[in-house]
């Protein structure tokens, strides 16, 4: 079975610092990989998705991350965090060729100090 | 385009009763999943619903029922509620099966 680990429940963060928000992942063969933002009372936003091709991936809001095969892990980073980014974080991923829905990390809750 | 909508916003059953959510998806999407978030799960997996079958379900009892309709619009049917399904209940489109999904704001139920 699929599963993914966030094993950051909390993150605290200065504003324009970086950040890197870890993820990793067991799957079959060909995995899809998301990253979601969920700011609270409100449903989760697409940052970004990986499904093939170069494993360096840009998504919205300055947020990019990067994935590595060899370590099962897709990291979400970026390098400079505002104070609107404190939110809920969360990885996903589903099997390409599989009948599930997608599974869910925990969440790494991120705080911005200013 | 319009997002991904979920009726109603807030719910507030009693222990037995049923309750039906709703959900319709970014026009155009043919695939509709549901997914539930507690504190203490996290989010998981429903079912997923393409052409108005159900192509996939998650590991929640036969309580747990849904349908979509010709418009790709779907609903969600809980029975028997249990103080357990207190939760917010997501709704999410995606343009067909394995596509990225776009959520919607959510239901949240309360069951007391």
């Known amino acids: 079975a699929q599963s993914v680990t966030q094993p950051d429940i909390h993150i605290t963060v200065s504003e324009g610092a970086s950040l890197e928000l870890r993820c990793n992942y067991s799957y079959g063969a060909t995995p899809y990989l998301f990253w979601y933002v969920q700011s609270p009372g409100q449903g989760l936003q697409l940052l970004l998705k990986y499904f093939s091709g170069d494993t360096l991936v840009q998504g919205i809001k300055g947020f990019e991350a990067e994935f590595k095969r060899s370590q099962s892990s897709f990291n979400l980073r970026k390098p400079s965090v505002h104070w609107s980014d404190a939110a809920e974080y969360f990885c996903?991923?589903?099997?390409?060729?599989?009948?599930?829905?997608?599974?869910f990390g925990k969440g790494t809750h991120l705080i911005i100090q200013p | 385009k319009a997002g991904v909508t979920q009726t109603p916003r807030y719910l507030i059953k009693t222990r037995g009763q049923q309750v039906t959510l709703s959900c319709s998806p970014i026009s155009g999407h043919r695939s509709v999943s549901w997914y539930q978030q507690t504190p203490g799960q996290g989010l998981q997996f429903l079912f997923e619903?393409?052409?108005?079958?159900?192509?996939n379900k998650g590991n929640f009892p036969g309580r747990f029922s849904g349908r979509q309709f010709s418009n790709s619009r779907s609903e969600m049917n809980v029975s028997t509620l249990e103080l357990g399904d207190s939760a917010l209940y997501l709704c999410a489109s995606s343009l067909d099966l394995r596509g990225e999904q776009y959520f919607g704001p959510g239901t949240r139920l309360t069951v007391t």
């Open positions: 996903a991923v589903v099997e390409g060729g599989g009948a599930d829905g997608l599974t």
């Open positions: 619903y393409f052409s108005e079958t159900q192509r």
